[in-house]
């Protein structure tokens, strides 16, 4: 699992947090201390980018609605970003695509947040 935080190109006081590989019980020992410091580092706004995530387990759902949870609580806006139709269609099934903000582009999310 690669996790790189950077400057939205939209909006920098806003930032992406990129994932890719797989978000796991084997990945989240690595991937849940880097979403919780992205939180604290981003007090405008926190996009996560899960364009290039492969695999989300139900370990790796736990994380997402924990790193929510986390936003929510510190008062940083959240949105996600390009999820695979895989990942999206995980969301519906839990019913998350109801609490998550999904949005296909980083601007579209960027608006969202700081409108």
Known sequence: MTV???ASTANPR???????GRLSVETEGQVQPRLMEAITQSPQGLIL???AVTFV?????????MVY???ATSG???AMIRPSPETYKLFKLAALDLTFNVFENEADAVMAICP
Do not use: F, P, Q, W
Request: glycine share 4%; hydrophobic share 55%; proline share 0%.
């Open 4 to 6: 790189v935080l950077s």
């Open 14 to 20: 806003v930032k992406i947090l990129a994932l890719s």
């Open 49 to 51: 980018d899960l364009k």
């Open 57 to 65: 387990s139900s370990a790796g759902l736990r994380m997402l609605i």
């Open 69 to 71: 949870k986390n936003a």
């Open 76 to 78: 940083t806006k959240l």
